[in-house]
């Protein structure tokens, strides 16, 4: 004889809960409950033991010029790689895992039955989705944590419910859960949270200098903020992208076109980049390069809707990554010892780099250069003299070098 649901209600979970779960034709109105936001990355505190272990490898390895500027450097540079190489399989990744996650829940709702081993079958295919996320996005998206946060709270939901035979509840939990999952997996949502072409993610925070300026802006409480940051961002292997947390869409394509535009002013603006910089490039060694260019855009509330970065002024950073580091110092003793020549060395935010200048396009450039471990850094090339230059530092105030 098949039990009903008057008989569950008194047996709960001991012998689970019969009928079809997806049925929809309950006539019991619950409580809405919200979906959170994409929750940001927590730093955690490090091991005092690691860092005792840390700093002995330290003292034992060779030195690393600029050190800590290189381990800044390797976070920038990695991202923008990340994006460049590995970002569609991991997105695919994400997506196809979070497909299979609906799918078991919707089974679980279609089964005939409801007990502990429904509820634990939800229960895998949810961990399994975290851990896929985790390990695909997870140090570049805040996705993972939001996903664990969210995803516990309809399992404790529908277990609670379970335990008191109420099916109908149970069946609306898990409802829930799926059209959860489905949201975060829609390509909407991937445009606009975990797009690889406007990234407000972990590339915006590592290039951003997000350091108030204590004589401009002021929040509501009356505390200093930081001057909002926009980047274009080129790899070596053709991505381009823009990293941005502001609130505008930028029509313009990174480093290409913008709908109705006669001229492409995106394609313009990369050709000079490589103007610019081919001169202080030496490929032997080199893995890859990346171009930074970073604009001095307005607070967020004076930002027009049709915000066009080259409106503003910008300053350009080449970044190349060699081998190792004795093949960065070979790469600049050999532009040293050609194309480039050096003039002393000045500040350039916290740390001292070389004060070069090389001929570009038929014309003198000057900019500045550093080493920072396997990176070679070249920033702010201009016809303009160092010493010339006046009232040129606003983009550079928005993007960590710059900070003191």
Do not use: K
Not at 36 to 53: F, I
Not at 60 to 86: C, H, K, M, Q
Not at 158 to 187: C, K, P, Q, S
């Amino acid at each position: 004889m098949e039990l009903t649901r008057r008989a569950l209600l008194g047996t709960a979970t001991a012998l689970g809960l019969t009928g079809c779960l997806g049925s929809g034709d309950s006539n019991v109105a619950y409580p809405d409950t919200g979906t959170p936001t994409d929750a940001a990355l927590a730093d955690t505190a490090p091991d005092p033991a690691a860092v005792d272990e840390e700093e002995a490898v330290q003292q034992t390895e060779p030195s690393v010029p600029n050190r800590r500027l290189a381990t800044e450097v390797g976070r920038v540079y990695g991202e923008i790689e990340w994006f460049a190489t590995d970002y569609d399989d991991a997105i695919h990744a994400y997506q196809r895992t979070l497909g299979n996650t609906m799918a078991t829940v919707e089974r679980v709702r279609d089964a005939a039955e409801f007990d502990a081993n429904s509820l634990g079958l939800v229960r895998r295919a949810t961990d399994r989705a975290v851990a896929t996320a985790e390990a695909e996005l997870g140090g570049h998206f805040g996705i993972p944590g939001q996903m664990r946060e969210e995803i516990d709270r309809h399992v404790a939901t529908t277990r609670r419910f379970a335990d008191r035979g109420d099916l109908d509840r149970v069946d609306e939990e898990l409802e829930r859960l799926h059209d959860y999952l489905g949201g975060i997996r829609n390509d909407l949502f991937v445009r606009r949270v975990l797009s690889d072409r406007q990234i407000d993610a972990t590339l915006y925070r590592n290039l951003h200098d997000g350091t108030p300026d204590g004589d401009d802006d002021t929040d509501d409480d009356g505390d200093d903020e930081a001057d909002p940051g926009l980047f274009e961002v080129h790899h070596s292997t053709g991505y381009s992208g823009y990293a941005y947390a502001g609130p505008r869409y930028i029509e313009r394509d990174p480093f290409d076109d913008a709908p109705g535009d006669d001229e492409n002013t995106g394609q313009e603006l990369l050709a000079r980049q490589r103007l610019q910089f081919e001169p202080p490039g030496e490929a032997t060694d080199r893995t890859g390069f990346a171009y930074v260019v970073s604009y001095a855009v307005p607070d967020e509330d004076d930002q027009p809707s049709n915000l066009d970065p080259l409106d503003y002024p910008y300053t350009s950073l080449f970044v190349q990554q060699y081998d190792d580091v004795s093949a960065a110092t070979d790469a600049v003793e050999t532009l040293l010892d050609t194309a480039v020549s050096q003039e002393g060395r000045s500040s350039f935010g916290r740390d001292r780099w070389r004060r070069v200048y090389y001929r570009a396009d038929g014309d003198v450039t000057y900019a500045y250069l550093i080493q920072a471990g396997p990176f070679v850094l070249v920033a702010a090339p201009s016809e303009v003299a160092w010493e010339e230059r006046v009232d040129w530092t606003a983009p550079l105030d928005r993007l960590w070098l710059w900070r003191p």
